[in-house]
């Protein structure tokens, strides 16, 4: 998953009315600290250091670049900020199309790199992931679910070695995205609850006929509903 940078933002005219400071400080965010999902973490002193700029009130910086980057606190446990995440806005909605599927292999990295910063101390990863791709939209995973037993018995039935190939990729991340929900503590994207099973394990295992085996792009879903939008 490649970050698709252009120079169009030098000529955006709130770009141009931040300080020049503030201005490297962005590109950098994005350039060369953004990660796979649009997470940047850095804490101020290194930013004054790697910059040779006073910043003397971390909230103007903040508020400069708001345009483009949402900032979450790192606590050292007492209270005290350590350093902070910015996300960039609308970064994986740009990069994937608008679309997540959770049986594709590449989508599948989204949620990793979410596990990789929980596991970091991000605790609320997900929601502020979410908070900066509102309009991203999620297949569910009962949808997923449902085309995972399909390709599976497909699979397991069909002599053709090509086609029960061609499926296994989007088997085995159906089944990496199970245990990233699970470490992320989320039934659905954005959704968070403590302590669950899947929706798919609350029903009955009636396999579909594996006779239209669905395509890895085909099946619809609803939009999730943002809890922090308003």
């Not at 903040?62 to 996300?87: C, L, M």
């Not at 970091?120 to 297949?139: I, K, M, T, Y």
């Given at each position: ?8 933002i030098?000529?955006?005219?709130k ?7 503030y ?24 930013l004054?250091?790697?910059f ?10 903040i ?10 606190e ?13 996300i960039?806005?609308?970064?994986i909605?740009?990069?994937q ?19 990789k ?11 502020a ?13 009962a949808d997923?679910?449902?085309d ?9 039935s ?41 929706g ?15 395509q ?15």
């Amino acid at each position: 998953m490649k970050k698709l940078t252009t120079n169009e933002i030098w000529d955006d005219p709130k770009f141009i009315t931040i300080k020049t400071g503030y201005q490297l400080i962005e590109r950098y965010l994005f350039d060369k600290l953004a990660d796979k999902i649009g997470v940047a973490y850095i804490n101020q002193e290194f930013l004054e250091y790697r910059f040779k700029v006073a910043i003397a009130d971390i909230g103007d910086l903040i508020e400069a670049i708001s345009p483009w980057w949402v900032s979450f606190e790192q606590n050292d446990g007492n209270d005290d900020t350590v350093g902070r995440y910015f996300i960039r806005k609308d970064f994986i909605t740009q990069t994937q199309g608008g679309a997540i599927y959770l049986t594709s292999a590449p989508h599948q990295t989204i949620f990793a790199e979410m596990v990789k910063h929980k596991k970091n101390g991000f605790a609320d990863v997900v929601n502020a992931v979410r908070s900066a791709n509102p309009e991203l939209e999620v297949q569910t995973m009962a949808d997923a679910h449902e085309d995972y037993l399909v390709w599976s018995n497909f699979r397991e039935s069909t002599s053709d070695a090509n086609k029960s190939n061609g499926y296994k990729q989007n088997i085995d991340a159906f089944k990496k995205n199970e245990r990233n929900f699970r470490y992320l503590g989320i039934k659905d994207f954005p959704p968070i609850n403590d302590g669950f099973k899947l929706g798919h394990e609350d029903k009955n295992d009636d396999t579909p006929s594996p006779a239209s085996a669905p395509q890895p792009s085909s099946t619809p879903w609803q939009k999730q509903p943002n809890p922090n939008r308003r």
